[in-house]
DNA sequence: TCACGCTTCTGCAACGTTGTAGACGGCGTT
DNA sequence: AACGCCGTCTACAACGTTGCAGAAGCGTGA
């Protein structure tokens, strides 16, 4: 039913090729032909196959963006952020969720589908520096968060020691006397995101001379409001519960919220939160959140650019690129009251 | 750099055809030929090059999944459950944001990239009958939500009149005696869900024999957050305000309970609010929302599954479906105190 | 006049895959 | 012994596209 490069050549009088130059904007083409072969294509509503380009030139004009879960606000937003970046450039993203798991993210980087994509946008949870390594040379790759800075690949984040230091501080700062954070996982290594907060964390402890007490470090299995509220609990249960929380993303965040309501308590009265990403929850939350608000604009526009450079091949001297993206503290009203600025 | 068809059939001495016929299990072929193949395709990691295969068969393997907007925590969610049911199938989603624009939805689902997708599952916004009818027998695809439900293409929806029907009732119930609405859209047609939820709202009061109080019945441009604030704003401004609102999604009943508590009053005691949809916020807000939660998964395997039985050709004398999807009115704090089912 | 170059256009081959048609032996039946 | 059938395998063409090489027409300068 659709129509081809074939048709459209019958239907102007002149060969396929013609109307593949026509279509690819081949310069030298009179102004008589070029005039009728556009005119059969839109009479025969002619549309390029991308499966018969891709097989013969090798680009597809789709990126993957490989992420742990699509619902988690963040990952959503971001998406949305970085199909509006590879828009501009005419690419369509295919989004893949890996559920963190190795072997699926092994897949979408490698690419059970590389077949399909020019290339691939990640946000790696579990994969290590080998399977990156393995493929880096022939799959366009960026990675997004501040696993595996160092193995020689495009690399976007925002630098999660330095904003965890600042959003502790932060509490210290509001009148946090016995600080705590939710959002350690131990099965991660030190690479890992929340190894670094917990650094970020440990840091602004130390500078400001407060002893780091090891069972306020709440460890979590995954990044959800349910692992926010269990943790919360387990801290509100120690002989001396925590008066401020700093946790390592928002959902962690409202879900310790709910867990202080349930409890009796109040924010930020008798436990200051914050949390880390500032989702469009944070900003309508019950208290509000106090967070962490990377550019997530900035961040998908980075990532989509550097990609964009793998892909039409890079100046062979270019190194791998680390960007870092700006971020910003959100005062709300869970750390304090009055505060509120969004 | 990836290995043909062509290659392993050379590592293991037999034609292209034969590699083929046991990449895709055809049965003619002895046990020896078949290890062979098998060997020589594990050694050369092959992978069958899937725009090759989409030219030659027409099938890629890749569906597409059309929303309004991706960062919403309902479409999110419903992006996964699709993801999900899609895996099963062996089938990679490609998920594309249309923003609601008729214009975009027109080419989600007719197709800039119908060459490499085998169907689309659409959730639309503005697109008309006549969009969908231009193109439903030449591109396989399922629509999701109320919109369009008698223009023959298969169909997947909750009843959205009955829904918003229940979940007043128990607000009328519950001891609500000024009953408003939120999210009326000017410019949807009847047809659309917020017309059908507004209708499913007089239904309730009709029946239990309340008024109706147009202005009572606040419209919104879009459906997030922010527009329930502000339309619930209106509301409390009103000489008479409302003491129960219906809020056509979450997201609206979030921001409406923002405003109120913005305005220094209690949700219930003050104002009792309802949701749609069940995102995973409305299980930790504060407070926990009362809302109507769709079966997510079931939608979801319901449009997969129409979807395929289009693509893989169906019995020419099956009729387009429309399949209801269960609901259960899921009561929370944010209308009863005590109620908390969750 | 002829060689040369430029513009405009064309035919052929190839990308990796699968459908069609058929080749080739071996086996059972007549 | 001849026949047909079945299991196994293969050759060829085609899907729609673009790179390559080159043809045809025309003008220019020697």
Chains 1, 2 share one sequence.
């Not at 997004?144 to 600042?166: F, N, P, T």
Request: proline share 6%.
């Amino acid at each position: 039913m659709p129509s081809s490069l074939k048709d459209v050549a019958a239907r102007a009088g002149v060969s396929v090729k013609t109307v593949s130059n026509v279509v690819n904007g081949y310069p030298f083409i009179s102004v008589a032909t070029r005039g009728r072969v556009e005119a059969a294509i839109s009479e025969l509503n002619y549309r390029p196959n991308a499966s018969a380009r891709r097989l013969r030139t090798g680009r597809s004009g789709l990126i993957a963006l490989s992420v742990p879960e699509i619902d988690a606000p963040y990952f959503a937003e971001l998406a949305s952020h970085i199909v509006d970046a590879a828009e501009q450039r005419g690419w369509t993203v295919l989004i893949d969720k890996t559920g963190g798991e190795r072997s699926h993210e092994q897949l979408a980087v490698a690419g059970i589908r590389s077949d399909l994509i020019d290339g691939a946008i990640a946000s790696p949870l579990s994969i290590t520096t080998a399977d990156i390594t393995a493929i880096k040379d022939t799959h366009p790759l960026v990675l997004l968060g501040e696993k595996l800075m160092r193995c020689g690949v495009d690399h976007v984040a925002v630098d999660s020691v330095a904003a965890a230091c600042e959003v502790t501080e932060h509490l210290i700062e509001s009148g946090g006397t016995r600080v705590a954070a939710i959002g350690m996982r131990a099965e991660d290594d030190a690479e890992s995101t929340s190894a670094l907060r917990v650094q970020g964390f440990r840091k602004a402890m130390t500078a400001a001379g407060r002893p780091v007490h090891e069972h306020l470090i709440a460890t979590v299995h995954g990044y959800y409001r349910p692992d926010g509220y269990a943790a919360m609990r387990r801290l509100l249960a120690l002989p001396d519960p925590p008066d401020a929380v700093v946790c390592f993303n928002d959902l962690l965040a409202l879900g310790a919220i709910r867990a202080i309501h349930d409890a009796r308590l109040r924010v930020p009265a008798d436990v200051a939160v914050t949390g880390f990403d500032d989702i469009e929850e944070a900003r309508f939350s019950t208290p509000r959140l106090t967070t962490i608000a990377p550019d997530k604009g900035a961040l998908a526009e980075a990532a989509v650019d550097l990609l964009a450079r793998q892909i039409t091949g890079l100046p062979p001297e270019t190194k791998p690129q680390e960007v870092l993206i700006p971020y910003r503290l959100v005062v709300r009203q869970s750390t304090l009251p009055g505060a509120d600025t969004a």
